[in-house]
């Protein structure tokens, strides 16, 4: 069963509410990310995570993660999701992955 929540102001692309997220989001953030490049869409940052897939996440601006809008949907680097997430703070981020994420700004010319 689809479920309709226009009345909401909220547009479900789905069949199934599983844990607060439709159950093909993996395939929607996976289809989002792609179609933004890998690119985080931070103000700051705009590291492209094209080699590396996995460091991009597909952050829900409004906080319904049902609501999958690409209005709603906005790709961030694993660090600015963890920022995002702890207000500043990106307590859970592992070594590796900060430094890997450095790595690709400063290749890129983000960051000197």
Same mark, same amino acid.
């Given at each position: 069963?689809?479920?309709?929540?226009?009345?909401?102001?909220?547009?479900?692309?789905?069949?199934?509410?599983?844990?607060?997220? *439709?159950? %093909?989001?993996?395939?929607?953030?996976?289809?989002?990310?792609?179609? !933004?490049? +890998? $690119?985080?869409?931070?103000?700051?940052?705009?590291?492209?995570?094209?080699?590396?897939?996995?460091?991009?996440?597909?952050?829900?601006?409004?906080?319904?993660?049902?609501?999958?809008? *690409?209005? %709603?949907?906005?790709?961030?680097?694993?660090?600015?999701?963890?920022? !995002?997430? +702890? $207000?500043?703070?990106?307590?859970?981020?592992?070594?590796?992955?900060?430094?890997?994420?450095?790595?690709?700004?400063?290749?890129?010319?983000?960051?000197?």
């Amino acid at each position: 069963m689809d479920y309709d929540l226009k009345n909401k102001n909220k547009i479900l692309i789905g069949t199934e509410i599983k844990n607060n997220y *439709p159950n %093909n989001w993996d395939e929607i953030s996976r289809a989002y990310r792609m179609s !933004r490049e +890998y $690119r985080c869409e931070e103000k700051d940052c705009g590291v492209i995570m094209k080699k590396y897939p996995n460091l991009s996440v597909a952050h829900h601006i409004n906080g319904c993660h049902f609501d999958v809008r *690409p209005k %709603n949907i906005k790709v961030l680097c694993e660090e600015c999701y963890q920022k !995002r997430l +702890y $207000r500043g703070d990106a307590i859970h981020l592992s070594q590796k992955v900060s430094n890997l994420l450095q790595r690709l700004r400063r290749e890129q010319g983000i960051i000197p």
